[in-house]
């Protein structure tokens, strides 16, 4: 357990499903006090609930990252209730395959609103909380496809290739206030995201294949993720900032 967590305010987005739940369940087991952002309502919810029932005080928000009146309306309810924001992990996320020439402006603008503009606005409202009390701790979570490349999904690899770049220079500028900036990304994590890709056939080979090719011989969990967060947002992790933590069994080094 990381104690210097305990009673801090975390907000974690998507945190309805896959591993942004498990960062929530996570950092309210290292004693924080957690907000719950996601689109789904009712999942989000039901996923404050499960983090309540370990004994931990959670709130949930129904928010669409990529539009800022809906952050800022969730942030003043987690400010309300809550206090100030301390911690924030930026887990919501959609991915997409598509061959290149069959990507419309749509798709293109949608993966780049959520997945990029959602963690400008979920960073850039949140950072006053921070900068007021000298220290904070932001997690982007991005994706190792964005280290390596990935076919049929140039709009997605984009937008992670973008939060990559966004969270080395934020942790640049806010580094001298005692706020961290670092991004994890995840390869290969078996989640409600993955399992669909798989169902559609749109991963070349099953989870299960594909953990059998990987390093340490099996699929990653949203729960090595949420202990790698649960160390950057720990007060001993001060030292580490602008920094891509690949949490991946190996198969990107
Ligand atoms: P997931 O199980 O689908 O969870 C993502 C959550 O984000 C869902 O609850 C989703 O809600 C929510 N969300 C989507 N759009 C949103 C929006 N506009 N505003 C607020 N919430 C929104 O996926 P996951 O696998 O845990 O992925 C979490 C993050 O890790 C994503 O950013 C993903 O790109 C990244 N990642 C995952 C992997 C992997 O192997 N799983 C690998 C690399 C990177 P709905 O279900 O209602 O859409």
Redesign the pocket.
């Known amino acids: 357990m990381h104690a210097a967590t305990r009673r801090k305010v975390a907000v974690v987005?998507?945190a309805?499903?896959?591993?942004?739940l498990s960062v929530a369940q996570r950092l309210a087991r290292d004693g924080a006090t957690v907000a719950l952002?996601?689109?789904?309502a009712e999942?989000v919810e039901a996923a404050a609930a499960k983090v309540r029932a370990d004994g931990a005080t959670a709130l949930a928000v129904r928010?669409?990252?990529?539009v800022r009146a809906s952050i800022d309306a969730a942030y003043a309810q987690v400010r309300e209730q809550l206090g100030p924001i301390a911690i924030l992990v930026n887990?919501?996320?959609?991915?997409g395959f598509k061959r290149f020439l069959n990507i419309t402006a749509e798709q293109w603008e949608r993966i780049l609103a959520?997945?990029l503009t959602?963690t400008f606005h979920c960073c850039q409202a949140a950072v006053p909380d921070m900068l007021d009390a000298g220290w904070g701790r932001i997690v982007n979570?991005?994706?190792?496809?964005a280290q390596g490349g990935q076919p049929l999904m140039t709009h997605y690899v984009a937008s992670?290739a973008g939060v990559i770049g966004f969270t080395k220079a934020l942790a640049l500028e806010l580094g001298p206030e005692g706020i961290t900036v670092n991004t994890i990304?995840?390869?290969?994590?078996d989640?409600?995201?993955?399992r669909r890709s798989e169902e559609k056939g749109l991963l070349g080979d099953t989870i299960e294949n594909h953990a059998a090719r990987t390093p340490v011989r099996r699929a990653?969990l949203?729960e090595d993720i949420a202990a790698a967060c649960a160390y950057l947002v720990s007060e001993e992790a001060g030292y580490v900032t602008g920094q891509v933590i690949g949490v991946n069994g190996g198969r990107n080094t």
């Open positions: 987005t998507g309805a499903s896959g591993i942004g952002l996601d689109l789904d999942a928010v669409d990252v990529a887990s919501a996320g959609i991915d959520v997945n959602g979570i991005s994706s190792s496809s992670k990304p995840p390869g290969f994590i989640t409600p995201m993955s990653g949203p």
